[in-house]
């Protein structure tokens, strides 16, 4: 049996006399990967922040190799061996790969001392860097700015960025919300290498393939509350979810009542230089169309281009059969198409306004009174929405960045419905949502379906796609693969499409 290499006891916290974790507990052994699995609220985050000295537990005890970790800052814990990958990146853009892998370390990576130290040596960082890259299989330049790569490459920069650190215990959290598939894969190899060596892994994600995929160990939270460990391999799907949110899930994805009117969208040989080409397609009322693809297939460049955001070259746009030109989102909003980003704090909501703000922002014009805002009409339009979609929050002038992942898109999809649209665009509506959450928007998603609006879905999880769409339109390299059914799609056949 592996040695136990990190054991936490009845860990404690409580913000404003709000208890975020009750009386926790972890054994990491040497060598395992450990998932941490939750709900949003559920006290992932706040764990994690103690463990790697972010946060002072107000109890408890951890021991990491038989030494008490008590009152150590992040500095100190990185030099212990224990290391986290941030679900938000935490990158200096102006900076080089390989300055970013080895911020604060470099005279340690050089080896210089004396007058020399006084002088960096990016030769030496960037062969240092180069070395590391080519050993994870990744193909980036040490030498490029970090704001010039894409987001799957700015993610692999910071797992190299946690493996220089020659950890013990890296913590990952949520380190495949923004690669693709291949990319995972070739993460997935680093972490059995590491493994391999000896390195325990800290796993959070809400991503149940990947956790039955990588994971040995399943820890379960719930409201800060320990709830179970078992090995990955005594649970499924279904048992893990009841852990979580404490009570059967009987049907992840609402069924479809059938109900599709006349065809609302239809796209005729849209093409867009270097991004997608040829694409045909068509959504009824009241009907759900799944964009299936790996990463880089061009789903989110076709959605941006129908919605406005970047140019057509070529190509025709038919509202009910009438021929548009949609050539800004204005344009698009006013021929009733909604869009919900897939970068939800980017391009979604303001986070540091209300709940209110954000939801009432697109329809500020039904609200005006003269040269003034109807205050009470806004108000009763936001109560509305938020009680129809079920947002979960302590008022409406709560910032929505306080909000959980699944309320703030629910507040995201709450603006985009207060435009009426016909079409709404969901570029992967349940990114970062835990599964409890993930239930809520697949049950509002279907019932706007049912209220006859025609959606486009684009979703990197293939059980979603199967489990929500009417019909899956497959993509590859920009080229449309496949029209699939519900009755004829399963994974295998998709992923044949999407890699063809």
Not at 60 to 89: A, P
Not at 116 to 134: G, P, Q, R, T, V
Not at 207 to 229: C, H, N, P, Q, W
Not at 293 to 310: C, P, S, V, Y
């Amino acid at each position: 049996m592996a040695e136990t290499i990190l054991r936490v006891k009845q860990l404690s916290k409580a913000f404003s006399g709000i208890k975020a974790l009750d009386n926790v507990q972890l054994d990491l052994k040497k060598g395992e990967v450990h998932a941490l699995m939750g709900e949003n609220g559920a006290g992932k985050s706040t764990f994690m922040k103690i463990l790697v000295g972010l946060l002072a537990p107000d109890s408890g005890e951890m021991i990491f190799e038989g030494s008490h970790l008590e009152n150590s800052n992040v500095s100190e814990t990185l030099k212990k061996g224990i290391s986290m990958i941030h679900q938000e990146m935490l990158v200096i853009p102006e900076l080089t790969v390989a300055q970013n892998i080895f911020l604060g370390r470099e005279k340690e990576v050089t080896r210089r001392s004396g007058w020399s130290s006084l002088w960096l040596d990016d030769s030496e960082i960037n062969k240092k860097a180069a070395e590391l890259l080519k050993q994870m299989g990744v193909s980036i330049d040490p030498e490029a700015r970090m704001k010039f790569l894409s987001v799957a490459q700015m993610q692999m920069v910071e797992i190299a960025k946690a493996i220089s650190n020659n950890a013990k215990v890296i913590i990952m959290d949520e380190p495949t919300s923004a690669i693709s598939d291949r990319e995972v894969a070739t993460l997935f190899g680093i972490i059995r290498e590491l493994k391999a060596r000896g390195v325990s892994i800290i796993y959070i994600s809400h991503k149940m393939d990947e956790i039955f995929e990588i994971s040995d160990t399943i820890t379960v939270l719930r409201d800060g509350k320990y709830i179970a460990t078992k090995a990955a391999s005594e649970l499924d799907s279904n048992s893990l979810i009841a852990m979580m949110v404490g009570r059967e899930i009987s049907q992840m994805f609402p069924e479809s009542a059938g109900n599709h009117g006349e065809v609302v969208l239809s796209v005729h040989n849209l093409s867009s230089k270097g991004k997608f080409s040829d694409i045909h397609f068509q959504v009824r009322s009241g009907e759900i169309l799944g964009l299936a693809g790996l990463m880089g297939a061009g789903r989110t460049e076709i959605a941006r281009a129908i919605f406005g955001l970047d140019p057509l070259e070529n190509g025709e746009i038919k509202i009910r059969n009438l021929s548009v030109r949609i050539q800004s989102p204005q344009d698009a909003i006013s021929k009733g198409i909604g869009y919900v980003s897939e970068d939800r704090k980017g391009w979604g909501f303001i986070p540091d306004m209300s709940v209110a703000d954000n939801i009432i922002l697109s329809s500020l014009r039904q609200h005006r009174k003269g040269i003034f805002i109807d205050e009470k009409s806004e108000e009763l339009t936001v109560n509305r929405i938020i009680s129809e979609l079920r947002i979960k929050t302590s008022g409406t002038d709560q910032k929505a960045v306080h909000l959980s992942g699944g309320n703030q898109q629910k507040v995201v999809i709450g603006k985009v419905l207060l435009a009426s649209p016909e079409i709404v665009i969901l570029d992967e509506p349940t990114r970062g949502v835990d599964v409890g959450a993930k239930v809520e928007i697949y049950k509002l998603i279907r019932n706007l379906a049912e209220k006859g609006i025609a959606i486009i879905m684009i979703s990197s999880e293939l059980p979603e796609i199967l489990g929500m769409s009417d019909r899956i339109l497959v993509l590859s390299k920009g080229r449309q693969t496949a029209m699939l059914s519900k009755e004829e799609a399963t994974q295998e056949l998709i992923m044949k499409y999407a890699v063809a």
